[in-house]
């Protein structure tokens, strides 16, 4: 197993597809330099602690900074254009320095490389590599290649490529919360999106690897983990696959019994909810089409599973949502949404996605998408205008016919409606005493702690003696529609 204890270290605090990471300064002597800079979504985040990772074991040290650096990789997003645009700016940037330093590598990976493949060669002349998510094991020797003077590629998608044995970086690391890595690819051919074209075939990851890995955490002091995956309700491994993987003994004691039976989505939340009771596990990100009471009714039965579901809506009409291709209407996830309150009560937070403009998407039907968050009210949300991505079902077979002028209005009217019920919501804590992870001082001063209740909300509070990786009870007494803040409080009745 490749094991390491580098970090990546957050360079700006935007919004989830605008973010930009770059890695941390480490001890170098007699190895060489790497540089990495990880741009868009979660998954991408945690390839990049892959990436890391694979290089260390090369004998590579991370720095954070270009300046210095013998490879620098880009680890792409390709989600929306402007999230390749900002790639493409930061490529001009970095040619001015390979001039001054042409025996630098540069790399381009991730999903932008998948997408563009050896077109991106021919339009970016200064870069040297291209590796597509499921090539990192192969990154020495694609640097090797790069360095001989040659253009070196791989943008092969793997129907098996799970990095399951390599033990990853933690990214951004506070030392308390983690991401684990349970899938790969996408199966759902959404018509706007490019996941299934850049990251392939969903495949799961072994149930075992993955309750080890969230042990060692625990073991190592962390006290959350985020299990991560395109659609995590999809999740399923057979012990008994044929390429491999544990069997039927391997999967024995403090809850990995399982015999030789299929493990689903719900049996692997038990398993690692099951590693220590001071474990919290969140999981991110549920398909309305797959989520299912069982996974709902184990999120109830543990107390360190946590209350919380993202559950992409993307529309509020049924007709905008067939064009997208999400096999399900606004009155399935209505019911999804009854189901979650029904099982795990009002306090569950639930966020959601939102695309606005879509493909002949009418006024009236923009209205619908309204109506649905005055339904749900959503604690937060991710919102996006409509961006036609090359060679998705969408852009092949449909017209982006909305201008950008409406696409901008209308997104500009679900972000207030979204912040108008992110205060509603976080209204419903004051008074409330949670159960808080203390993940480190709060951005604005040293002398107040932040950390998350059980819902994902952001608590901020008084330092006092507390520190990163405990759990204090906080009594909510104001918010904003990001934040509540609140006191510490001892012997309360805690809302967990």
């Not at 001071?278 to 996974?295: A, C, E, N, Q, Y």
């Not at 104001?478 to 803040?485: N, Q, R, V, Y």
Request: glycine letters at 6%; aromatic letters at 6%; charged letters at 30%.
């Amino acid at each position: 197993m490749i094991t390491s204890t580098l970090k990546i270290l957050s360079d700006t605090d935007k919004e989830a597809c605008e973010l930009v990471k770059v890695s941390e300064d480490e001890p170098a002597v007699d190895k060489k330099r790497l540089f990495i800079e990880s741009y868009g979504c979660q998954m991408n985040f945690s390839d990049s602690e892959i990436v890391a990772a694979v290089m260390r074991n090369a004998d590579f040290a991370t720095t954070s900074t270009e300046d210095n650096a013998d490879v620098i990789f880009l680890n792409t997003c390709a989600i929306r254009d402007n999230a390749e645009q900002k790639v493409r700016n930061r490529l001009k940037q970095l040619n001015n320095l390979k001039k001054k330093r042409p025996g630098m590598i540069i790399g381009v990976l991730g999903c932008m490389a998948e997408r563009l493949k050896t077109k991106l060669l021919d339009e970016e002349k200064m870069v040297d590599i291209v590796a597509g998510p499921d090539s990192y094991r192969d990154l020495p020797r694609l640097v090797e290649e790069a360095e001989t003077g040659q253009k070196a590629v791989n943008v092969f998608l793997s129907r098996e490529e799970t990095y399951a044995d390599i033990s990853p970086i933690r990214l951004n690391s506070n030392g308390i919360t983690a991401y684990i890595s349970i899938m790969r690819g996408c199966d759902n051919m959404c018509s706007f999106c490019v996941v299934p074209y850049t990251r392939g075939r969903e495949r799961s990851r072994d149930a075992h690897s993955i309750v080890e890995e969230a042990r060692q955490l625990f073991n190592d002091g962390y006290r959350e983990v985020t299990l991560l995956g395109q659609n995590v309700d999809s999740y399923k491994y057979s012990p008994l696959a044929p390429d491999g993987g544990v069997n039927s003994t391997s999967l024995t004691g403090e809850g990995l019994g399982r015999s030789a039976a299929a493990v689903g989505f719900a049996e692997l939340l038990e398993m690692v909810a099951m590693v220590h009771p001071d474990l919290r596990v969140r999981f991110s990100t549920s398909h309305p089409k797959d989520i299912t009471d069982d996974v709902l009714w184990m999120m109830k039965k543990y107390d360190n599973i946590c209350k919380y579901i993202h559950l992409p809506a993307q529309s509020g009409n049924s007709r905008v949502l067939k064009l997208m291709n999400r096999t399900y209407d606004r009155d399935w996830y209505v019911q999804k949404i009854d189901r979650i309150r029904a099982i795990l009560g009002e306090e569950c937070g639930i966020s959601t996605d939102m695309i606005t403009g879509f493909c002949t998407e009418t006024e009236e039907e923009h209205q619908e998408t309204l109506s649905l968050m005055e339904y749900v009210k959503y604690d937060y949300a991710y919102l996006f205008a409509y961006s036609e991505r090359p060679g998705t079902p969408a852009a092949k077979k449909l017209k982006d016919d909305i201008s950008e002028e409406v696409k901008k209005r209308r997104l500009q009217e679900v972000i207030a409606l979204q912040r108008q019920h992110s205060g509603e919501r976080n209204h419903m804590s004051l008074g409330k005493v949670y159960k808080v992870l203390v993940e480190g001082p709060s951005k604005r001063s040293d002398a107040d702690l932040c950390g998350r209740n059980d819902q994902n909300k952001v608590v901020i509070f008084p330092r006092w003696q507390h520190q990163k990786g405990d759990y204090v009870h906080v009594l909510v007494t104001e918010c904003s529609s990001a934040t509540l803040l609140g006191q510490v409080v001892e012997g309360e009745t805690v809302l967990s």
